[in-house]
Structures are given as C-alpha cells and as structure tokens.
C-alpha cells in the first residue's frame, strides 16, 4: 500500500512568490496534517482538515492557507514568501480526526528553499 | 503555549553502550508520542503512550509515561548504529489531530 506521499519532494522559490505543496493522504484516511520543520527543530503544526473542513490551524500568519479536496488530498499554500519560510513541509494523514485513536502517518516532505 | 523540551538536544555514543532520552512538560498530555526520523524523511511513530505510569517495551527500546502526564522518557538498551536518527516526542490532547513537538534528540550510534 502507498503511504503518505508529497510533491514536489523539492522546490527552490524567490522571496515574494508563492507556493504550492501538494498531498495524497494513504487511502482510507480522511484526516490530512500539514506541519512545518525547520533545520534543527522539531515539526510545528500548521493546519489539519477533516472531512474537507479545517478542524485546527497553529499558529502561523494568513499568507498559509490549505484545502482538501473530495478525494481527501490536499494543498498548503504559501503567499509572498519570507526567507524565514525554508523548511521542510510535512504532511500526515489519519483515519479520523483525533490522534488518540489514529496514528499520524508522515509523508517524506517537501523541501522549500527561498532565496 | 504548551511546551515540549527533549534532552540531550545531542547524544553521541558507541555501539552497546545504554541510553536515555527525556521529554518534559509543564502541561498535561493525554497522550504522549515517540518518532525516529532519519535524514529526508517524515517522522516514523515508534509508540504512543496514554496511561500516567504507562510503560510500552519494543525490543531494546522502552518508554515511560509519567505518572502526571507531563513527561516521558526514552531508554535504548545496547544501541546500535541502526539506532542512529533523530528521536522526537510528541504531545496531544484528547481532541484533535494537533501534535506539539519537541525539538527533537540527534542520536549517533558509532560502531
């Protein structure tokens, strides 16, 4: 069975321009996480969907902004982008909503480079 | 803001010899998660525990709740260089899908 993938798997971007980061979930699951791990740190949570609803958004500005679509896959977009943006950009999908009773599944990224 | 601090942020040690990694909180988890992440890879779940005092062994790896759910450790018995990869723990709540992550412990395991 495919697990969680992303793509692109890189992307190298100016600053101001804006991005687009893609996710299959693995089949089955509904739940679909995106968070954020700069060089070094640990993974922050950006934003999750359930159900094609947002179901909780961290703590980042409105230039981050996500979807899920029909099929459950999903999209995190990133306007005017800052230099401070560079990091790697996982995705986790789960069956349902709550951790607790799902694990999180994390795809391989997307490397995000601006310069 | 709920807070995670690991430690060792960096753990060098050789094949055999026994480790312990740290996970502390001043807030209470109802659950609390262990990953393994290699280099150009997402986080791989290891094991989550839920019970205050719960204790999960997986093969030399054993990990402990704390009886006030706000801390966890990390023990490796006689590690290996396959042990070698970052060690992240993972706190959430009851509802919800949100993860608060620490920073993370870079293990190397030299043979």
């Known amino acids: 069975d495919a697990g969680v993938t992303q793509s692109p798997t890189h992307l190298i971007k100016t600053r101001g321009q804006h991005v687009t980061l893609r996710c299959s979930p693995i089949s089955g699951h509904k739940s679909v996480s995106w968070y954020q791990q700069v060089l070094g740190q640990g993974p922050q949570f950006i934003f999750q969907y359930y159900e094609k609803e947002e179901r909780g958004r961290g703590n980042f500005p409105d230039r981050f902004s996500a979807r899920q679509f029909p099929n459950y896959s999903s999209e995190l977009n990133v306007n005017a982008l800052l230099l401070g943006d560079s990091a790697l950009y996982l995705c986790?999908?789960?069956?349902?909503?709550?951790?607790?009773?799902?694990?999180?599944?994390f795809g391989n990224g997307t490397r995000l480079t601006v310069t | 803001t709920q807070l995670l601090e690991q430690s060792p942020q960096f753990l060098s040690i050789q094949e055999g010899e026994n480790l312990t990694v740290y996970c502390n909180s001043s807030s209470v988890f109802s659950s609390l998660q262990w990953y393994r992440q290699e280099p150009g890879e997402g986080p791989v779940l290891l094991v989550t525990v839920v019970t205050g005092g719960e204790v999960k062994k997986l093969k030399r790896l054993t990990f402990q709740f704390g009886d006030a759910r706000k801390d966890s450790s990390l023990h490796i018995t006689a590690a290996q260089p396959g042990d070698t990869g970052l060690y992240l723990c993972?706190?959430?709540?009851?509802?919800?899908?949100?993860?608060?992550f620490g920073e993370g412990t870079q293990l190397t395991v030299n043979p």
């Open positions: 986790a999908s789960s069956l349902i909503q709550s951790h607790n009773n799902s694990p999180l599944h």
């Open positions: 993972a706190g959430g709540r009851s509802s919800g899908s949100r993860l608060t």
